[in-house]
């Protein structure tokens, strides 16, 4: 099975940027679509953006003009680019990948936004 890897976590100062990273361990051209969730400290987790097999994209609004999701298939690797960030944005972020049969997590990485 298809095993997920997120990085470019770390602590960044309001305003400022991160792209997070998930390497998956397979090819990523047969999920129906990869996406990026967060979860922050004693909230549910929630919904950040996705992108499509064919490519189209979908961003939260929370998040819209802010944050950018990519792919490189020949890498198998989804990226997040986050601009702006505030301090709301702090939370872990996972990835998830979906084939149609199985929901597929990394294990998250930390983003901690200090104002």
């Known amino acids: 099975q298809v095993q997920l890897v997120e990085s470019g976590g770390g602590l960044v100062q309001a305003g400022g940027s991160l792209r997070l990273s998930c390497v998956a361990s397979g090819s990523i051209d047969n999920f129906n679509f990869m996406g990026w969730y967060r979860q922050a400290t004693g909230k549910q987790r929630e919904y950040v953006a996705r992108i499509f097999s064919g490519g189209s994209t979908h961003v939260a609004d929370s998040v819209k003009g802010r944050f950018t999701i990519s792919r490189d298939t020949a890498k198998n690797t989804m990226y997040l680019q986050m601009n702006r960030l505030k301090p709301e944005d702090t939370a872990v972020y996972y990835c998830?990948?979906?084939?149609?049969?199985?929901?597929?997590w990394g294990q998250g990485t930390q983003v901690t936004v200090s104002s």
């Open positions: 998830k990948a979906v084939d149609g049969l199985n929901n597929l």
